[in-house]
């Protein structure tokens, strides 16, 4: 079992820049990939990065791609997100995942949710 809670949500100016922490409490976590995806009002859930807890490979969305990068600390339990070049379309809720048994980019696949934290990206 895996708690997730994450943080640095905010509000940022197009352009701007903001990193996201997801930080992991239970068992196990450096055996587990994590993923962060995000919602926008009126969307569906979307992937956005991952990172694999084997190799510390990553994918990302075509969106994120040149602009994000997530990283995973075992030692401390935590995952991030760093984000740049943001665009007003970023704005969403972020929310990290772990475990994965399946697509990556499938939100069925991830066990466990953090409870999100919001970014507003204003124009």
């Known amino acids: 079992q895996v708690h997730l809670v994450e943080s640095g949500g905010g509000v940022v100016q197009s352009g701007g820049s903001l990193r996201l922490s997801c930080a992991a409490s239970g068992r196990n976590f450096d055996s587990y990939s994590v993923a962060w995806f995000r919602q926008a009002p009126g969307k569906w859930r979307e992937f956005v990065a991952m990172?694999?807890?084997?190799?510390?490979?990553?994918i990302y969305a075509e969106s994120a791609k040149g602009r994000f990068t997530i990283a995973k600390n075992n030692a401390e339990n935590t995952t991030s997100l760093q984000m740049s070049s943001l665009k007003p379309e970023t704005t969403a809720i972020y929310y990290c995942a772990a475990y994965s048994a399946g697509r990556y980019d499938n939100t069925g696949s991830w066990n466990y949710w953090g409870q999100g934290t919001h970014v507003t990206v204003s124009s």
């Open positions: 990172i694999r807890w084997n190799d510390f490979g990553t």
